[in-house]
């Protein structure tokens, strides 16, 4: 997998373990299932996927394969105000996991999208 040999080439060592996320597609559109209608999606193919291990240190640290700018923050101090980059969403997700389970330990990962930016259109 390409997000696993990345991340020994970046960190010198394997990851602890890898996930994947695969897309979905809705062949009615609409967002159907976000406006609480039935839900028709299915999986397909092609996802996301993270190759990732733990950072004592509480430095979390993810590399996308799509951009060139290393994502970094500490998990009690994670910005708020937006970027405007790829990693935006990540650290709201920090952020609002922080407020329910406070956080210590960071992680040091490399995550990688199958598809072109401009994304997948159902």
Not at 20 to 34: E, F, K, L, Q
Not at 54 to 64: A, L
Request: glycine share 10%.
């Amino acid at each position: 997998m390409l997000c696993q040999d990345k991340f020994v080439e970046i960190y010198k060592k394997a990851p602890e373990s890898h996930a994947v996320c695969p897309y979905r597609v809705c062949p009615i559109g609409a967002h159907s299932d976000h406006n609480l209608g039935k839900i028709t999606g299915f999986a397909i193919n092609k996802g996301i996927y993270i190759a990732y291990g733990p950072k004592e240190n509480g430095i979390v640290e993810i590399r996308s394969l799509q951009f060139p700018k290393r994502a970094q923050w500490h998990v009690l101090s994670t910005p708020e105000k937006r970027e405007n980059d790829w990693a935006d969403h990540l650290r709201g997700a920090t952020i609002a996991l922080n407020s329910y389970h406070p956080l210590r330990v960071g992680l040091c990962a490399v995550i990688n999208g199958e598809l072109p930016i401009g994304g997948l259109s159902s």
